[in-house]
C-alpha cells in the first residue's frame, strides 16, 4: 500500500529513470524499493557521484533499463545527474500532512501499509499530537481496518495469478501471499490463499525444466545459480552468504522487521524441487544442478560441495570460510563465507500451531536481532552479504505415516517420495493423489520422484503441521536479499 503510493507518486510508469529524494529514510522503514524491484527497476542507494559514475555506467547510458535512484537528505546531487532523471521529493509530511509525523516517527513499528489505508479516509486535520495519537490507536490498528487492507490483497492476489506467465510474475505473486498470510496470522484473522496453489504448480510443471536459462541480471533464477551471480555482483569479490534454512517469504515479512538502518535490495529465487535440505541447499552452495551432486539425499558432502565450488571461482582454501550460528566471524583472508543458520527450520519441524504459530515463533526471534547483528558485523568486515533459503514451508494435514512400503531412498522430508521401484509408482500417486515430478527437471533418471498435492503430507492421519520438500508457491519461490558494503558502510 506505502511502496504502491510511493511508486504512483514518483510517476514510476512513466520513466525508466527515477530519483526519490528520501527525506525521511522510508527506504529503511518500509523498503519500497522491493515493490519497484517487482516493477522491473534496478535499485541504486546513492552515496556521491563519483561512487555512480564509476559503479554504475549503465544508469546513465542504459536506455532499455530501469533504474530508481535512492537520495537521501544529506547528499548532494549534481544537476547533470538530476536532468537525467524524473525527481520526486518523499517524506512522512508530503505522504501524510493532516498528521503529526513526530508522533508517527516515535511509532517505530508502526505498519505503514496499514497507516495508508487508514489515511485514505481521513477528511480533517488532526496534526495535534494527542489527535494522531488517537488516529494511530482506533484507526489504523482497528479489526475493520485490517480486515479491509487483507481484503483488498486478496482480491490483488487472485488477479495476479489470472494474468501470472513468467517465472517473475510468480515472484510478485509469492511475496504479496506472503504478506497477506503473515498479517492474517498477526491479527488471527482467517483468509485464503493456498488457493493459488494449483496454478503455480501447473507453472512448474511445464516450465521448470526451462528456468535455468532464463537471464537476469538482478538475481539468479535458481538457487543453483547463485553462487555465480554473488561473485559477479560482489564488490571485490569478497561477499559472505547466510543461509536460513527453510525461511519462506512469509518468515521474511517478519524478520526483515530487524533490518531497519540496513539497505537492502529484495528479490526472489527458485528453489531446487524436491524442496528438501539436501538437495536444494547443497545445490545453492554447490553451483551444481542436483543430478550433478555426489549425493543429493544427504548433507555430508555439503561443504565440501561449497569449497570446491568457491575453488572453481577462484579463491583459494585459505579464503574460503563455512561456519554455522549467528556468531559466526570470518578472519581477516576469508573472501568467500558461508553461514548456516537453522532456526527457522527447527520452529518448522517442531510447529504446531500452523502459520499462527510460525507468525509468533518467528515474532520472538525477530525481536532478539541476531541475523541483524551478524549482518552488521559482516558489512564491517568489508563482506557484501547475501541472505536466501534452501527452500520454504508450508501448512499440511498429514494423511497417514508410510512405513517403509517398498520405499528404497527416502529423505525426511514427509511432503514427498523418491521411488527406485518404479513399479510401485502408480499404486501411490493413485492412492495419495501425488504429483509425479518429471525426471528430465535436473534429476537423476534412476529414480521416480513423487510430491504431495497442496496442504497434505505423509504425517500422522489428521496432524497439523509446517513441512516442506513438495512444489507449493510456499516452499518454492525464496527471498534473496542483496547487501552491499559500499550502501552501509557510509
Known amino acids: ?257 530487524s533490518f531497519n538502518g540496513i539497505h537492502y535490495i529484495k528479490s526472489d529465487v527458485y528453489a531446487m524441487i524436491p524442496t528438501t535440505t539436501s538437495v536444494s541447499r547443497q545445490c545453492l552452495l554447490s553451483n551444481k544442478l542436483p ?23 577462484g579463491f583459494s582454501s585459505e579464503q574460503i570460510g563455512y561456519d554455522r550460528g549467528y556468531e559466526a566471524d570470518f578472519g581477516p583472508f576469508i573472501r568467500c563465507g558461508a553461514v548456516i543458520i537453522n532456526d527457522v527450520d527447527d520452529i518448522v519441524h517442531s510447529q504446531k500451531y500452523s502459520r499462527t504459530g510460525m507468525y509468533r515463533d518467528i515474532s520472538a526471534l525477530t525481536k532478539q536481532g541476531q541475523l541483524a547483528k551478524l549482518v552488521k558485523r559482516l558489512l564491517s568486515n568489508g563482506f557484501d552479504v547475501f541472505i536466501t533459503a534452501d527452500h520454504g514451508n508450508t501448512p499440511c494435514v498429514g494423511m497417514g505415516q508410510l512405513k517403509k512400503l517398498g520405499v528404497e531412498t527416502e529423505t525426511k522430508s514427509r511432503r514427498m517420495l523418491v521411488l527406485k521401484d518404479f513399479a510401485d509408482s502408480q499404486s501411490y500417486k493413485e492412492q495419495y493423489s501425488l504429483i509425479e515430478f518429471n525426471k528430465n527437471n535436473y534429476l537423476s533418471k534412476d529414480y521416480c520422484y513423487l510430491l504431495c498435492g497442496a496442504g497434505a503430507s505423509f504425517d500422522a492421519r489428521g496432524e497439523r503441521v509446517m513441512s516442506h520438500g513438495g512444489i507449493t508457491i510456499d516452499e518454492v519461490i525464496v527471498p534473496f536479499i542483496t547487501i552491499k558494503a559500499v550502501d552501509n558502510n557510509g
Open 1 to 257: 500500500m506505502i511502496a504502491e503510493y510511493i511508486y504512483e507518486k514518483a510517476e514510476a510508469d512513466y520513466s525508466n529513470r527515477v530519483l526519490l529524494m528520501d527525506l525521511d529514510d522510508l527506504e529503511s522503514l518500509t523498503h519500497y524499493s522491493t515493490y519497484f524491484s517487482l516493477k522491473g527497476f534496478s535499485i541504486i542507494h546513492y552515496q556521491n557521484d563519483l561512487q555512480l559514475r564509476s559503479e554504475y555506467d549503465n544508469a546513465f547510458y542504459d536506455d532499455n533499463g530501469k533504474y530508481l535512484l535512492i537520495v537521501s537528505k544529506e547528499s548532494y546531487v549534481p544537476y547533470d545527474i538530476i536532468r537525467r532523471y524524473r525527481c520526486t521529493n518523499i517524506s512522512l509530511s508530503a505522504i501524510f500532512p493532516k498528521l503529526n509525523t513526530s508522533v508517527i516517527k516515535d511509532h517505530s513499528e508502526i505498519n505503514y501499509d496499514l497507516l495508508a489505508l487508514a489515511y485514505k479516509d481521513l477528511f480533517v486535520d488532526i496534526s495535534d499530537c494527542q489527535q494522531t495519537e488517537r488516529f494511530i490507536r482506533t484507526a489504523v490498528y482497528s479489526t475493520t481496518n485490517v480486515q479491509t487492507f487483507i481484503n483488498i490483497k486478496n482480491a490483488e492476489l487472485h488477479s495476479l495469478v489470472q494474468s501470472a506467465v513468467t517465472y517473475k510474475d510468480w515472484c510478485e505473486v509469492a511475496n504479496l501471499k506472503a504478506a497477506i498470510d503473515s498479517m492474517a496470522a498477526e491479527y488471527e484473522l482467517i483468509i485464503e490463499t493456498d488457493d493459488i496453489h494449483e496454478g503455480f504448480v501447473s507453472f512448474i510443471l511445464e516450465n521448470y525444466g526451462k528456468l535455468k536459462g532464463k537471464p537476469d541480471t538482478d538475481s539468479p533464477v535458481l538457487v543453483s545459480q547463485a553462487m555465480d551471480f554473488m561473485y559477479e555482483n560482489s564488490d571485490n569479490h569478497k561477499f559472505a552468504i547466510i543461509v536460513m534454512d527453510g525461511m519462506s517469504e512469509f518468515d521474511w515479512t517478519i524478520i526483515s522487521r
Open 291 to 313: 543430478l550433478m551432486l555426489k549425493n543429493p539425499w544427504s548433507q555430508s558432502k555439503e561443504k565440501n560441495e561449497f569449497i570446491e565450488c568457491a575453488e572453481r571461482l
